[in-house]
Nanobody, 124 residues
Framework: QAQLVESGGGLVQAGGSLRLSCAAS????????RAWFRQAIGKERLFVAG????????VYADDVKGRFTISRDNAKTTVYLQMNSLKPEDTAVYYC?????????????????WGQGTQVTVSS
């Protein structure tokens, strides 16, 4: 079964950086839009950033624009989230997602594949 596997989370001080990776287990996700969501304790899962398959167009949530960058490798199998200038409010479990749509949607429901999540904790 096709899987998405995240890595790269951890504990960092405010102002620091982390890079998350999301690797696809096989070629199932060819043609899929890819995205990152996050979920803080007691909160709903929210969109962070996304990238389209064909053109690599990127979309960001307002609260991460200018600080986070989504990218992918040349084979389009691994997607990255570079997070700079981290703030305590960025603390959450981060999930990568894949959906068989051409556009990036900022809601959960078009995405039908999810990773297991990786914890990011930013201390003040």
């Amino acid at each position: 079964q096709a899987q998405l596997v995240e890595s790269g989370g951890g504990l960092v001080q405010a102002g620091g950086s982390l890079r998350l990776s999301c690797a696809a287990s096989d070629g199932t996700f060819s043609g899929y839009a890819r995205a990152w969501f996050r979920q803080a304790i007691g909160k709903e899962r929210l969109f962070v950033a996304g990238i389209t398959w064909s053109s690599g167009r990127t979309v960001y949530a307002d609260d991460v624009k200018g600080r986070f960058t989504i990218s992918r490798d040349n084979a389009k199998t691994t997607v990255y989230l570079q997070m700079n200038s981290l703030k305590p409010e960025d603390t959450a479990v981060y999930y990568c997602a894949a959906g068989a749509q051409t556009a990036v949607f900022t809601t959960r429901y078009p995405y039908n594949y999810w990773g297991q999540g990786t914890q990011v904790t930013v201390s003040s």
